[in-house]
């Protein structure tokens, strides 16, 4: 059953009652979880995908206002946020891109509102932007580790939907995505990071002391999601313990974006007879 | 025969001899014209490209300073510098990717030295940039324009040296690559553009007014290289009407850059051991 569509993606948005045990994290809505299967759906749009990137650009590029794309990327750690930026991006032309990575704040940083660093690091129109982590880490680490009081995380829930909501309406289309993944999938991951000295790198002591803290993080998560999805920028919970089915979503969530822009190629703004004439006798 | 190497791309490089009208814009050094054979050879090292990219970038995440990579490519218009782009950085990491785009400086711009939005726009370590246009705009543009007196351009090709030399003294491989097309092949390549109207977007009728001042633009590139190759950051005169040869041999530049830097995965910094432990235990 390989006939993953737009529907099937959407169908991963969650309302403010969203409950998140309920998910399956090795579960893949909408298609069986082969390889195959899943590979074909990915390359069944990855020229539509890149083809309405292009045309995104090409609107940036003619000076038109073509509105723009925010994948905001959020899960634990191993649960594939890099690997979901190089796949999603794979093919696109990286003129047309921004990612942006957050780690912990610079004294720089937490001398300001914690949206300031998000603000400076949004897509400008007509580009794909792409956040591994983001804003969210300023509501679900503080929460956890108790870095700001009770109503301070309730005044950046509503300052995230109100920052959100201004970014709809100056066009970008927002995909929120949660990599949802399990607890043993995450053990399974730190274990072949740690068993592989090319993943050594990827590995880091503290990955540990926060996996020991799984449960305050789904909580987090969880409340994070109910007081953040909103109708025009919805979350998705992705289940995430099979990547590629994961990666597969994002592309489609990016191609549903694409589309909805209802993009066109940008009208010459020169007489091209007049400028094939020139050219031709030049 | 699909036989390149590295040492073919090397053989690219130019003195400060360089004699450009000498150049075939069309021919192929080192491989036959066949896209075949220059598909199976840009095959050949796709994966090679990518995994020192993952390196380079690994070493960049442990907090080691593995230096870094800058491409600058300049060319006449439609000589395939996006393209290039693309195709170069085609499969790498996008997260260990800058690309900078060099239009018509702003005022702000104007109102510095030449060098500081290259500076500003530079890749950090561990990073592969790429320049889609150049500081050199400022010495192409400004002789061919008159933006300039002689003596401030006299003055900009040693400042570029400089600066170069600073790069390369603090871990950046520098890549300098002219896409160097003929002046038929432009005119080809525009009038492609001018008859697809998804390509119109890619036109501006002042592309041809440039044309017109082809061969100043010949003069004023090859007297730039002449004054800017160095045995540390050589340029690399690259036939490119056949824009895949073209798009081959940036990549076999990048792997000879990488290569050269001997890069090797980061000795973790933690007990493995100790830490399997902690997490299989968790």
Do not use: C
């Not at 696109?92 to 780690?103: C, E, K, N, V």
């Not at 720089?108 to 897509?123: I, M, Q």
């Not at 007081?227 to 191609?255: G, I």
């Amino acid at each position: 059953m390989s006939h993953f569509s737009i529907a099937e993606a959407r169908a991963l948005a969650v309302g403010p009652e969203v409950d998140l045990a309920a998910i399956d994290p090795a579960s893949t809505p909408g298609i069986s979880g082969s390889s195959k299967d899943i590979e074909k759906a990915t390359a069944k749009i990855e020229d539509e995908v890149a083809d309405l990137q292009e045309l995104l650009y090409a609107n940036k590029r003619a000076g038109n206002d073509p509105g723009n794309v925010l994948i905001v990327l959020q899960g634990m750690d191993t649960s594939g946020k890099g690997g979901a930026v190089k796949h999603t991006l794979a093919g696109l032309d990286p003129q047309g891109i921004h990612i942006a990575s957050f780690g912990v704040p610079t004294e720089e940083e937490k001398s300001h509102d914690f949206l300031w660093r998000v603000e400076k690091a949004l897509p400008e129109a007509g580009v794909v932007g792409i956040f591994d982590r983001s804003h969210y880490e300023d509501v679900l680490v503080h929460r956890v580790h108790q870095l700001s009081s009770a109503e301070e995380i309730e005044r950046r829930y509503q300052a995230i939907v109100d920052f959100e909501q201004r970014l709809v309406e100056s066009g970008t289309r927002i995909i929120k995505v949660m990599l949802h993944i399990s607890k043993e999938f995450q053990k399974e991951n730190l274990i072949e990071r740690l068993e592989n000295p090319e993943k050594h790198w990827k590995y880091n002591p503290g990955d540990v002391n926060e996996r020991q803290l799984w449960d305050d993080y789904q909580t987090a998560y969880e409340i994070a999601i109910q007081r953040t999805t909103t109708d025009q920028a919805p979350w998705y919970v992705v289940p995430s313990d099979n990547k590629p089915y994961a990666r597969m979503v994002v592309k489609y969530l990016l191609l549903d974006a694409l589309r909805s822009m209802d993009l066109h190629w940008p009208e010459a703004d020169f007489d091209v007879a007049a400028e094939l004439e020139r050219v031709r006798n030049s």
